[in-house]
């Protein structure tokens, strides 16, 4: 898989050389590439913004920078493009295993108020959020999608298995984990997970997912009944 991220804050993402993506970027296992879209700027001062059309605070950035940027770094189209935007579709594990598929993703990163509306008309595939809220750019939004995402690329994880269990995986949270020591501070490991018994502990682990999500999101409870 290759994702390129288009940014006016490529330093924000020195953090993706660290672990397991980190690993995998230096195996060649995941490309990724960081392109700063102020060096596409033809503005003398390299500026990317401006004051929006109607008034209101803040401001927007400019449409030429950003259209040569994505243009330049992929001039056929043959990456998908996506807009990380708090009007976006949310993302969820069903998306997350789809955008895994994608061998060549570019993340367009806002920042400011947003993007010029005809970016997103003449550039951008899909808009995708990582939750009801606005963040200062898209950049955190995008780091999250790409840590996402990459879990699920062969090679990435140390296991295959590492994704097929956890939260989210089939519609639930995941159920609790217990490691050396037995004891700790006065709570012990369930006695059913030192047993032995395979079969037992699948199924402590199914009822406990179950009871976690109806405890913590019921609201996922719903959506598998509906």
């Known amino acids: 898989m290759k994702i390129k991220v288009l940014t006016l804050f490529p330093e924000m993402y020195e953090s993706l050389k660290s672990g397991v993506i980190g690993k995998a970027i230096e195996k060649e296992i995941f490309d990724l590439e960081i392109i700063n879209i102020r060096d596409y700027s033809k503005d003398k001062h390299k500026r990317c913004d401006d004051y929006p059309y109607g008034g209101g605070a803040g401001m927007v950035m400019t449409p030429q920078p950003a259209h040569d940027a994505i243009n330049s770094v992929d001039p056929n189209h043959v990456f998908y493009r ?3 935007s708090p009007k976006g579709k949310t993302l969820n594990q069903k998306k997350v ?9 570019l993340l367009f990163n806002g920042s400011y108020e947003g993007i010029d509306q005809r970016i997103i008309d003449l550039d951008i595939d899909e808009e995708i959020s990582i939750g009801d809220y606005v963040l200062t750019s898209g950049d955190l939004a995008s780091m999250v999608l790409i840590n996402a995402v990459s879990r699920y690329v062969k090679g ?4 295959e298995e590492s994704t097929d269990e956890e939260s989210f995986a089939d519609g639930l949270l995941e159920y609790p984990h217990y490691t050396r020591p037995y004891e700790f501070e006065g709570l012990c490991v369930p006695d059913i997970l ?3 018994d395979h079969s037992a502990v699948a199924e402590w682990r199914k009822e406990q997912s179950i009871l976690l999500t109806k405890k913590l999101r019921p609201d996922l409870i719903d959506g598998r009944n509906s």
């Open 97 to 105: 295993e789809t955008l895994s598929k994608v061998e060549n993703i």
């Open 156 to 159: 990435v994880l140390g296991s």
């Open 82 to 84: 996506i807009y990380l």
């Open 194 to 196: 030192i047993g032995g």
